[in-house]
């Protein structure tokens, strides 16, 4: 079983920042796509962004310029780092990992983290 444990969310007011982690856990051949999707109150679950095995990455339009994902492969973790934050990007936040297991392929997620952004 794989797990993934998520951190560094909470509250902070318009114009900060935040820095989230994933560490991903347990029987792991390799993680593929590590990613952050966020769900708002009353709104679909969306992509953030995500960042390949060889870090090619992909953002959602709301947050280019402002978000940097990174990973490190060593670790199995991800990051997120946000920056210029405004109450717009208030959602909990998950992590998603495409984990290899013995040959195949599942999706993983995280139990989310909270972030929740001031006027």
């Known amino acids: 079983q794989v797990r993934l444990v998520e951190s560094g969310g909470g509250l902070v007011q318009a114009g900060g920042s935040l820095r989230l982690s994933c560490a991903a856990s347990g029987i792991i051949f390799k993680i593929n796509h590590m990613g952050w999707y966020r769900q708002a109150p009353g709104k679909q679950r969306e992509l953030v962004a995500y960042?390949?095995?060889?870090?090619?990455?992909n953002y959602a339009d709301s947050v280019k310029g402002r978000f940097t994902i990174s990973r490190d492969n060593a670790e199995n973790t991800v990051y997120l780092q946000m920056n210029s934050l405004s109450p717009e990007d208030t959602a909990v936040y998950y992590c998603?990992?495409?984990?290899?297991?013995?040959?195949?392929?599942?999706?993983?997620w995280g139990q989310g983290t909270q972030v929740t952004v001031s006027s």
């Open positions: 998603n990992a495409v984990v290899v297991v013995f040959s195949k392929a599942y999706d993983f």
């Open positions: 960042i390949t095995r060889d870090g090619t990455t």
